[in-house]
């Protein structure tokens, strides 16, 4: 049983399109995330939710809006895709809102915007 | 707020040499610690963490890692390789702003396994 899952793998679009990430994790964590990770490698924090409530939201443009219909989901929508928005996008969750217990990522989802 | 800098952004090593990778992080009072590794295509694991305690936090794969307080280093060791080590390695610290707590990563160093 896969921890923390993420569809699609794999996600080819054009520029302007709008397109959904689904992560879903069934370790009874309280806390899930979602990180970008650029062609470089970096990451960097976007969104963070505990128990359903937005509690990080890391100066990410508007155009990215996440959802979290339950503390075992989080989705992410991307409006008017860009070709910068292309990058490896993780879900990761967590106990208790704390990071002492460390973050179990998805598998990531590759975006590519052409 | 908290920052991790890996000084190194690809190493690479023969199979079965020793390896250090080296992480710093910016001072705090108290700090909690990360080290993750990423196979190709594959999302983070975590390897090992450092929370309190001893200074000498043992990990999975045969890695550990010493936290030093004086020098904000928390460098990740193994004392022998393998080609199945080869990966990219992320340090990471316990950031709370805000509220919230949130990890902040390092650059990532690649570890190149050469036969």
């Known amino acids: 049983d896969t921890a923390v899952s993420q569809t699609p793998k794999y996600l080819v679009t054009q520029m302007g399109n709008d397109k959904s990430i689904k992560c879903e994790q069934n370790?009874?964590?309280?806390?899930m995330y979602w990180y970008k990770q650029d062609s470089k490698k970096f990451l960097k924090i976007m969104f963070s939710?505990?128990?359903?409530?937005?509690?990080i939201n890391e100066t990410v443009p508007n155009r990215f809006s996440p959802k979290s219909p339950d503390k075992a989901h989080l989705n992410l929508h991307i409006n008017s895709l860009e070709l910068g928005d292309s990058a490896v996008y993780f879900c990761?969750?967590?106990?208790?809102?704390?990071?002492?217990?460390?973050?179990?990522f998805g598998s990531g989802t590759r975006l590519t915007v052409v | 707020a908290q920052s991790v800098t890996q000084l190194d952004s690809q190493v690479p090593v023969f199979e079965e040499a020793p390896v250090e990778l080296r992480c710093n992080y910016s001072s705090s009072v108290s700090v909690y610690l990360f080290w993750y590794v990423q196979y190709p295509n594959q999302g983070l694991q975590l390897l090992l963490k450092y929370l309190s305690g001893s200074t000498l936090v043992k990990g999975i794969n045969g890695f550990e890692a010493e936290f030093n307080k004086s020098q904000t280093s928390f460098h990740l060791r193994k004392p022998s390789v393998h080609i199945s080590d080869t990966a990219e390695y992320f340090c990471?610290?316990?950031?709370?702003?805000?509220?919230?707590?949130?990890?902040?990563f390092g650059q990532g160093t690649r570890l190149t396994i050469n036969p």
């Open positions: 990761a969750s967590s106990q208790s809102m704390g990071t002492v217990y460390g973050y179990t």
């Open positions: 370790l009874g964590h309280d806390t």
């Open positions: 939710y505990n128990n359903k409530e937005l509690i």
């Open positions: 990471a610290v316990s950031d709370l702003s805000k509220g919230a707590q949130k990890l902040v």
